[in-house]
């Protein structure tokens, strides 16, 4: 901002400051000392615009303002010095001014330019500074009710916005969518400012539509008609209502000058003068100091008036009688000091504390006020009583320039003239430009007056337009009458568009000149008309005649075309009416089909089943007619549609169309059929809808309610029939058994069908519904004593403990509101009943759920179908888990692999293994040990034991062939090939039982001891499943036999290996076990029973012992005896083990990992002799178990798998 100086500087900034202290007496003195200066800064122009904001004509406006507070008794502990420098309107000196009074000499207010550029840049200033900024003259502009920019700028004017918002609502209100906007030329384009601003309220108005046909500048001097003349002519041809902003009295006085010569003073014109001066058809002129011709009520010069008269001044009177003035209320309490104002503004401006020394401020002591000076004395008076009230309420808020602004909006607090009120708490007081009071916008509240001619030729305000802050236009109108407003137009308001158009040229014709030829041409018409007329007349009886008969057609059924139907139809339709549904019934009923439909005729129309009741022949008229016309147009769910009647028979037939399920009464009186309270509720239901239907229909009445005469269709649905036929004579011999569902003062009474009422069909539907509830007949006559005569007499009785029937539920649970309401409804006083349509309302709260019968029997289903699915999902579930039962099951008893191939149904075929490593483990002395137990604890022992060793197996790559008494067979290598780390395997396996029987106890043999003997073998093997019932995975060839050779000659508590295992293990895993040669052992030959064919015993063998792990070569995991605690850290290094076996086989899971190390020298083994002439046979090659088995498969294809292998077995023992 400071910067801005030193660019101010070369804008040709030269002030002129006048500094004088007043000292003017107040009306309560205060001491000098006490008082306080305040020092007034003023952005004045000296010749620029000089008739409307001149400080020359302007600034003595101070003065006055001042004396005027000092009259009224405010400003006595102030003093005033006043500082004014000249901006002329420039930006640039704008900029400089605001900088010194602002910045450098910080003043305690400051008077701003009464031009709106440089006014922008100080209200910018003056947030920057926080110094009170106040405005007037030309500053209208709507940028500038921005509080939140601008919050220390006060403007004693009125926002141009709001004047447009109120011009485009009196446009509303006239009707006027088409206008003009003019505007005078200025320096300061301050006209131009405020038509933009009226076009952006046109824009942005929402409700009303507003269409701006020209824009046109219009020249201010004398000079230059001929342009005038030229924006006058193109607004006579577009448009008839014309906007101008004119300011100063001169042009205005041209304005109406030029629309008088350009015949623009008609009545279709209006010419709509837009203000913000407060002086409506009034002038300031020079040449005047007050009001010396025909004055105006608000004290001014008619703006039509000057001196000497130019011979002008009438026909400008008449031209402004097509004027309306939009302005602020010219209203002023003081007449006379306006005149003072008027007469001394002038000589003011040079006394102090204004003191204004220029040339043109010592020659205007004789020239009237300027346009706005008026506004710089209201806004001064506006500051005042602001400083005043500040200084009685918080004195020191007097520095605070947001307060100054702030006390400028709120209620004054001192003691207030008369001229001065209050108005929503806020500052209000009548100045000399009509009432002023501050929003919060810092913005003059606009009070805008619409000012006409009167026929006086005076002003006078037909409409007060106040604009609030959202944009919006109150209106107050000044007339009763809206002709008053056109007194000038004969009473009547100018349209947008003249009737004639804008030309002239579309005036309407009269009717004479437009249809004048047309009207002779019609007279000759006419008589043809008329006959034409007359034909038409009679043909349209004729079809009117025709027509009603077709209509009766539809409801008159000749009798030829009802036929009865066939007896075996009639039987069939019987059976059905009854069977299906909530009913026991079934097609063996003896049911007939005259106890169905026990109370109509069934008869075939047209191919579908009708029912139909006889009444004896009557005469009928053309009302009868109507209302059959009627009732076969009656329709609803509830109702049982009227097909017709036939008329043409010896008696009458009403025909209603078939419900195959017969009558309610008829199907409760079978008494063989079950119904759930639902059922119960659907019938009563639709029962009251039907009836509430018929209520509410052109019959209003059923009057012949009873359960015979509702009928059940297909769907359960019940519907009311024999309604609407009270017009003819009752059915040959009606039975007296109806009186049951009579009302009493029906049965009391003479009346005729037609003259029942409403609750007697409310009592008939309770009687029904006490049916359906208990499921027996009215009244329960099969069970009752008492006769229908002596019925009929106790309800025709009545009287206060009147004869009703039962409502014995039998054990059904129903809704007890629902019993209630059926008592109700037949209560003996026919008001106390609830109309149909109460009952319909109370029954749809009583339902248990909503939807009719055939959806309570699909949702039935549905539950059932839902229950169905979750217990087949049960179940498959339950199945599920029995499958995995069986799944695990046949992994134990088979290997995984063969178990699949089994469950898919394949052929499991035999399969050779090139080498495994087979266990035998005995229990030693288990026969003496057995001696000394039950046979429960010799199991319970074998069970405890073994159980454990399947525990063992787990940690291990081995696979569990069988358990044979006290026998455990094992193998490695198969059915997972695992390269070499089978012999691994087995030897830990064996070395964990071991450990495991050490520490295991016998509980009822404390002292007893388990010990095992160990046999392991590694060769060549043949596998396969056994059988077909209970298929065992078994194993063949002679390492299987050598391995339970190895076992029978091992020693209690060691493990016994065969040179072929040793070999291997000491190849792949060398010193990492503790071994020692047994040294030769001779191993027992004999025949293998005949398995195979025979073959070379063993003989002499060297075989070796393995007694531990070897700490130094193994890890701590691997030395340690087996726990089972140990199980899970087992498996995980297990895990740790090469996914490929040394020989690229994969191994199975839980094997332990094969090294590739050099063995040691092989052990000492002899080599065989010659074979016997005789096959020796070793005693045991399989398990027993397996012998029988064995034999049972032993084929070709077996015979040669043992071949090949045995080849094998004997070229790597050599």
Not at 788 to 808: A, M
């Amino acid at each position: 901002m400071e910067h801005l100086i030193f660019l101010l500087i070369f804008g040709g900034y030269s002030p002129s400051i006048a500094q004088i202290t007043s000292s003017t007496t107040t009306t309560t003195p205060v001491p000098a000392a006490n008082r306080r200066t305040i020092r007034v800064g003023v952005a004045a122009v000296q010749s620029t615009e000089l008739d409307s904001i001149g400080w020359p004509m302007s600034g003595g406006a101070i003065n006055l303002a001042i004396q005027k507070l000092r009259d009224d008794g405010f400003i006595a502990a102030f003093d005033f010095e006043i500082n004014v420098n000249y901006t002329e309107c420039d930006r640039s000196l704008g900029a400089a001014v605001g900088m010194e009074f602002m910045r450098s000499k910080k003043y305690d207010v400051v008077i701003g330019a009464p031009c709106q550029d440089p006014m922008e840049i100080m209200a910018t200033m003056a947030t920057y500074y926080t110094t009170p900024l106040l405005a007037w003259g030309l500053v209208t502009d709507s940028k500038f009710t921005d509080a939140e920019r601008y919050p220390y700028l006060t403007n004693i004017m009125a926002n141009s916005l709001s004047l447009g918002f109120s011009l485009v609502k009196l446009f509303e209100m006239m009707d006027w969518d088409r206008v003009a906007l003019l505007y005078e030329t200025s320096p300061q384009d301050y006209p131009l400012s405020i038509i933009n601003d009226v076009e952006t309220a046109i824009n942005e108005y929402e409700d009303y539509s507003v269409n701006v046909v020209v824009k046109q500048a219009v020249p201010s001097g004398d000079l230059n008609d001929a342009q005038y003349i030229s924006v006058l002519n193109r607004i006579k041809s577009r448009c008839r209502i014309v906007v101008a902003v004119i300011q100063t009295a001169t042009p205005r006085r041209k304005y109406l000058r030029m629309i008088t010569e350009q015949n623009m003073v008609s009545d279709e014109y209006v010419h709509i003068w837009l203000g913000l001066r407060s002086i409506g058809f009034g002038k300031q002129s020079a040449g005047l100091t007050k009001c010396e011709l025909n004055c105006l009520s608000s004290g001014l010069t008619p703006v039509w008036e000057v001196l000497p008269d130019d011979g002008w001044n009438e026909r400008a009177k008449l031209a402004a009688t097509r004027l309306l003035v939009m302005d602020l209320s010219t209203d002023v309490p003081d007449v006379n000091y306006l005149n003072t104002f008027t007469s001394q503004c002038g000589a003011q401006v040079v006394n102090p504390p204004v003191s204004c020394e220029t040339e043109q401020c010592k020659n205007a002591s004789t020239s009237p006020p300027s346009a706005f000076a008026r506004s710089l004395h209201d806004v001064f008076y506006l500051y005042g009583l602001a400083i005043t009230n500040i200084y009685n309420t918080n004195p020191v808020n007097l520095a605070n320039g947001q307060a100054i602004n702030d006390a400028m909006q709120l209620t004054f607090a001192g003691d207030c003239s008369a001229q001065f009120f209050s108005k929503k708490n806020i500052l209000t007081f009548l100045g000399l430009t009509g009432e002023v009071s501050i929003n919060a916008n810092n913005t003059r509240v606009p009070k805008l007056m619409l000012y006409a001619l009167n026929e006086n030729y005076d002003q006078a305000s037909f409409m007060n337009l106040t604009y609030s802050l959202d944009g919006g236009a109150s209106v107050s109108l000044g007339y009763t009458n809206e002709a008053s407003l056109w007194f000038w137009y004969n009473g009547k308001r100018p349209l947008t568009i003249p009737i004639c158009g804008f030309l002239g040229t579309e005036c309407p014709q009269t009717f004479v000149d437009q249809y004048g030829a047309l009207v002779f041409s019609i007279g000759g018409v006419l008589a043809l008309a008329m006959l034409f007329l007359i034909t038409c007349f009679f043909y349209v009886l004729r079809q009117r005649k025709l027509e009603r008969d077709r209509i009766d057609a539809e409801w008159q059924i000749p009798l030829v075309k009802l036929q009865v139907p066939p007896k075996r139809e009639k039987e069939r339709m019987s059976k059905r009416s009854i069977q299906s549904g909530p009913s026991n019934i079934t097609d063996t009923s003896k049911m007939t089909f005259d106890n169905t439909f026990s109370n109509y005729s069934i008869f075939y129309l047209d191919k579908e089943p009708v029912l139909s009741t006889a009444h004896p022949a009557s005469n009928l008229d053309r009302t009868d007619y109507d209302t059959f016309v009627k009732l076969r147009k009656l329709d609803h769910d509830n109702i049982n549609k009227f097909v017709g009647l036939s008329i043409d028979g010896a008696e009458y037939l009403a025909v209603w169309k078939m419900c195959m399920r017969g009558s309610l009464q008829d199907i409760i009186g079978q008494g063989n059929f079950s119904i759930d309270p639902f059922f119960m509720f659907c019938v009563i239901r639709d029962m009251a809808e039907g009836l509430k239907y018929l209520h509410n229909s052109f019959l209003h009445v059923h009057a012949n309610l009873r359960s015979g005469t509702v009928l059940i269709n297909e769907s359960w649905q019940a519907k009311l029939t024999d309604f609407g036929l009270g017009n003819l004579a009752e059915e040959k011999k009606p039975m007296k058994r109806r009186q049951l569902w009579m009302a009493p003062e029906v049965i009391r009474g003479t009346l005729l069908p037609h003259q029942v009422e409403k609750p007697a069909d409310i009592y008939s539907l309770a009687i029904i519904a006490s049916e359906v509830l208990t499921r027996k007949e009215a009244w329960n006559m099969s069970e009752r004593k008492d006769t229908v005569d002596e019925i009929v007499y106790r309800i025709k009785k009545g009287g206060p403990n009147s004869i009703r029937p039962d409502l014995d539920m039998d054990g059904v649970e129903i809704n007890h509101s629902l019993l209630v309401l059926i008592r109700d409804c037949w209560s003996e006083d026919p008001t106390d009943r609830p109309g149909a349509d109460i009952i319909c309302n109370l029954l749809k709260n009583m339902m248990p759920k909503k939807g009719n019968l055939m959806d309570h029997v699909f949702n039935i289903l549905e539950d059932y179908t839902t229950n169905l699915e979750v217990e087949v999902e049960d179940r498959t579930k339950e199945l599920t888990a029995e499958k995995k039962k069986a799944d695990v099951l046949l992994g134990r008893m088979l290997p995984k692999q063969v178990a699949e191939r089994l469950k898919q149904g394949q052929t499991v075929e035999p399969e050779g293994f090139d080498s495994v490593t087979v266990f035998f483990s005995d229990v030693v002395k288990f026969t003496q040990l057995s001696q000394k137990c039950s046979p429960f604890q010799v199991v319970n022992l074998l069970n405890d034991l073994y159980s454990n060793f399947d525990a063992i197996i787990e940690e291990h790559g081995v696979y569990k062939v069988e358990s044979i008494g006290d026998g455990y067979l094992c193998v490695s290598g198969l059915p997972q090939r695992n390269g070499n780390a089978h012999i691994k395997c087995i030897v830990e396996l064996s070395l964990d039982f071991m450990a495991y029987c050490k520490a295991f106890k016998i509980p009822h043999l404390p002292r007893e001891k388990v010990e095992l003997r160990v046999g392991v073998n590694s060769g060549p093997c043949v596998a396969g499943v056994v059988g077909l019932s209970m298929p065992r995975y078994c194993l063949f060839g002679d390492t299987v036999n050598t391995a339970s050779r190895m076992e029978s000659n091992g020693k209690p508590s060691h493990i016994h290996l065969s040179a072929a295992a040793y070999t291997l293990l000491m190849k792949h895993y060398p010193n990492q076990y503790n071994t020692a040669s047994r040294g030769d052992v001779i191993i027992k030959v004999g025949p293998l029973l005949g398995l195979f064919r025979p073959f070379q015993g063993k003989g002499v063998m060297e075989t070796f012992w393995v007694f531990e792990r070897n700490n130094q070569f193994m890890g701590n995991s691997s030395n340690m005896a087996y726990n089972p605690e140990n199980k899970k850290k087992q498996k995980n290094d297990d895990e740790d083990v090469d996914d490929e076996s040394s020989d690229g086989s994969s191994r199975a899971p839980n094997t332990p990992p094969m090294h590739d190390v050099n063995a040691n020298s092989p052990p000492r083994q002899r080599k065989p002799g010659p074979p016997s002439s005789s096959p020796t046979f070793s005693k045991r090659s399989v398990s027993p178990i397996l012998e029988e088995k064995a034999r049972e498969i032993h084929n070709e294809e077996t015979e040669a798998l043992y071949r090949q292998f045995r080849r094998q077995e004997t070229l790597a023992l050599m």
